[in-house]
């Protein structure tokens, strides 16, 4: 696909331990468009003591969540930037029924104006759901332990050590974070199930979903991805 064309909004939606950050990264390699983290905006704004990211410090200092509206001002500040004008990939965004209403909105009204009357840019966002098996979800985070020294990740069930317990590089003992533990997990994918699912039934409607089997290997979920995006831009080209 050449750098000109034009790819869209992608939407990644999928539990902690999907693969969404993998398959983000391969979207961009591919179609050479930008991956946009809230999460990591968000962190950005406060390292840069931006108006957006003092409000949501203060907040945060005060353990307080981070309201909708911030969000908002921050997400807009970032897809208004010149490389995301042939599409982005978000990951982590939209969480809940009212952010993917936003974001419907912000793409209608805004982002879509920039474009020429050729009607580039019009299409509705890609909204590709990873899904992948409860309990293969709490393997694959329950399993991971962390090198301290070196920052390697590991997973007992399907790339263990060669030694339990230790890393392969300098021998340190691994370390479970304190997210991976079992009960923390099972606490994490039953908020993602309730808030997700309002977001997911909101595309559904919209017939802009595709839905992804993530229980397999990573290149085979690309592979799918990667063809979910190709039919949506044809199917808008066509339009």
Known sequence: MGEASHIGP???????GAGKGTQARKIVERFGIPQI???????????????LGQQAKAL?????????DLMYGIAADRLRQPDAQRGFVLDGFPRTAAQAGWLDAFLR??????HDDSGQGRCAPIVIQLAVD???????????RLCPTDGRLYNIHFQPPRVDGVCDVDGTPLII???DRE?????RLTVYDNQTKPVVDYFGRRE?????????????VTSDIFSAIESGRQKCASH
């Open 10 to 16: 992608v939407i990644l939606l999928g539990p902690p």
């Open 37 to 51: 983290s809230t999460g990591e905006l968000l962190r950005d704004h406060v390292a840069r003591g931006t108006e």
């Open 60 to 68: 945060m200092d005060r353990g307080e969540l981070v309201p909708d």
């Open 109 to 114: 009204n805004e982002f879509f104006d920039n």
């Open 134 to 144: 409860y309990n293969q979800l709490l393997l694959r985070l329950t399993g991971r």
């Open 177 to 179: 974070r304190d997210d």
């Open 183 to 187: 009960e923390v997990v099972r606490e």
């Open 208 to 220: 802009q979903l595709v839905a992804v089997n993530a229980d397999r290997a990573v290149e085979q």
